[in-house]
């Protein structure tokens, strides 16, 4: 079956980094996304990797290993404004987004 | 208006009501998805239509009905709902054909069955 792993919870200081992981197994895979969904609000696009590496974009970069079926999602410097669930999806053969449950990042003074 | 709205963004219904959810984006997009997000779950694709045809449909119960009379538009139809289908709505959209598919989402509608 199709599977995402990403931890329910993370707790993290301000100004601070975080690494939040995720673990993905699709009938084939066309590429990986992360998104950002703040209480009550839409999700909203991050990034896109579907090759190996690192992606930097700003404060957040997300990294890309197909062959361990793993990706993480990195956030430095962080603001209270950072505070919000981070969702983890891998677009399978079919061009579909298998979905994780996703983690939901504390941010503390 | 831009992006994608919903309406409404707030819904209270009884078990033998019939409501309808609206979806509408404004980016020229020709695929769009209802999805059913539940407290701790994975977002559950419930609909998928492209170019206006229904594409995938992930055996969800007929009380939940789908329309969608252009690309621009999209609804839910609900009857004779269950308290266990209480959740946020949420409608997307992508452009078929581009290789991230990246997908643009409502503020969603939160349902409350009684």
């Known amino acids: 079956g199709q599977n995402i792993d990403q931890p329910t919870e993370m707790t993290a200081t301000e100004g601070a980094i975080v690494q939040i992981n995720c673990t993905y197994q699709t009938s084939g895979f066309n590429g990986l996304f992360w998104y950002q969904q703040h209480a009550g609000e839409a999700p909203t696009f991050l990034s896109y990797n579907v090759l190996d590496g690192l992606e930097e974009k700003g404060r957040f970069s997300s990294f890309l290993s197909r062959s361990k079926g793993y990706s993480y999602l990195l956030l430095k410097e962080l603001q209270m404004k950072d505070s919000a669930s981070y969702l983890c999806?891998?677009?399978?053969?079919?061009?579909?987004?298998?979905w994780g449950a996703g983690t939901k990042l504390i941010i503390k003074p | 208006e831009t992006g994608v709205t919903q309406t409404p963004r707030h819904l209270v219904m009884g078990m033998t009501n019939k409501k309808s959810l609206k979806c509408e984006q404004h980016l020229g997009h020709n695929a769009m998805y209802w999805y059913k997000q539940s407290a701790k779950k994975p977002l559950e694709l419930m609909f998928v239509?492209?170019?206006?045809?229904?594409?995938e449909n992930n055996s969800v119960p007929s009380r939940f009905s789908p329309e969608c009379p252009n690309s621009s538009h999209l609804f839910l139809h609900l009857h004779t709902l269950q308290p266990e289908d209480s959740a946020l709505y949420l409608c997307a959209s992508s452009q078929e054909g581009e290789a991230s598919n990246e997908q643009f989402f409502g503020p969603g509608t939160r349902l409350t069955v009684l």
């Open positions: 239509y492209n170019f206006k045809e229904q594409t």
């Open positions: 999806a891998a677009l399978d053969s079919n061009y579909q987004l298998i």
